[in-house]
């Protein structure tokens, strides 16, 4: 109980800026609190706050140990909530990691609407095209596109991800039209960089077998939307997911072909490390995006919404 305390008057002075709020806040002394630190200094045996007349400040090892604490904290808080009041009460931080295109049209406007739900929870949304190290850099929860590689963590499948050859309309005059994936070869194909992308290729479903062909073009990019940008300017044939391209196929901007050499659909997935207690808000975060996913109506209103 002693620690337990200590590391709570630590977080209320770091995060307060004062030792006379925090104390406040606690309802007890100041010199309560002030016996509280030293100890906990003195057995950590690091200085974690240097105190003045007139503020204080944290260390480096306070910082880094006031991240600790902070997790610690909440999912204690977290863990109590999940036992009494119908285990319905989350709190804390949450920290999630998604892929910056996929992130900004389907994790992004619903981290708002989960906040509202949970008004105790805060939430920090990452966007990376990179592969977030989502335990070293603590995250508690990635969502990723696509076949997953091998690791540690844990997944949630959340939804299908179905993946399309499009073309606009013009291109496909210009061109023709590619019958079967053979084809390929013969048009412009726009790709994307990254070693996973060229190394795995484009999967079609070739006399029941899936297999990946490496198409190969004069324009490549890295990032996703700038390829979904060129394809509806005309500039070659891109393989896209359908949350991507839907609106345009609505619209008749783009048009899909190969349709009968389709892949198998891939996964969107939650992934968090393994924990053998995982954190309510993680628990309840995950839960929403796999309700929010599960619902047709959803899809459908996020292709409207384009």
């Not at 800026?17 to 950590?44: C, F, H, K, M, Y």
């Not at 389709?262 to 393994?274: C, E, L």
Request: charged share 25%.
């Amino acid at each position: 109980m002693d620690r337990l305390k200590q590391l709570e008057s630590f977080v209320g002075v770091a995060t307060k800026g004062s030792l006379t709020q925090a104390a406040a806040d606690e309802g007890v002394a100041p010199a309560v609190v002030g016996r509280r630190i030293d100890a906990l200094e003195e057995r950590l045996g690091v200085k974690l706050l240097v105190r003045t007349t007139r503020r204080i400040t944290l260390t480096h090892e306070g910082s880094a140990f006031l991240e600790d604490c902070q997790r610690l904290l909440g999912e204690l808080a977290s863990a109590e909530a999940s036992v009494s009041a119908g285990g319905v009460k989350a709190s804390g931080h949450l920290r999630v990691t998604a892929p910056a295109g996929f992130g900004r049209r389907h994790v992004a406007p619903l981290v708002p609407r989960f906040a509202e739900l949970h008004p105790d929870v805060t939430v920090s949304l990452n966007l990376a095209d990179r592969i977030v190290d989502i335990v070293h850099e603590r995250y508690d929860c990635a969502v990723r596109v696509g076949d997953l590689p091998d690791s540690s963590l844990v997944s949630v499948r959340l939804a299908d991800n179905r993946r399309v050859c499009v073309a606009t309309p013009t291109y496909l005059q210009r061109h023709g039209t590619p019958q079967q994936p053979d084809d390929l070869a013969r048009h412009d194909c726009l790709t994307l960089t990254s070693e996973a992308s060229q190394i795995r290729g484009w999967a079609f479903t070739v006399d029941g077998e899936v297999l990946r062909f490496k198409p190969s073009g004069r324009l490549d990019c890295s990032d996703g939307q700038v390829l979904h940008d060129w394809c509806r300017e005309g500039h070659g044939i891109a393989w896209r997911s359908r949350w991507e391209v839907e609106a345009d196929l609505a619209a008749g901007t783009l048009q899909s072909v190969l349709d009968d050499y389709a892949a198998p659909p891939s996964g969107i997935y939650a992934v968090f490390p393994q924990r053998k207690h995982l954190p309510l808000r993680v628990r309840l975060w995950i839960d929403f995006l796999k309700h929010s996913y599960g619902d047709p109506a959803y899809w459908s209103s996020a292709a409207a919404r384009g």
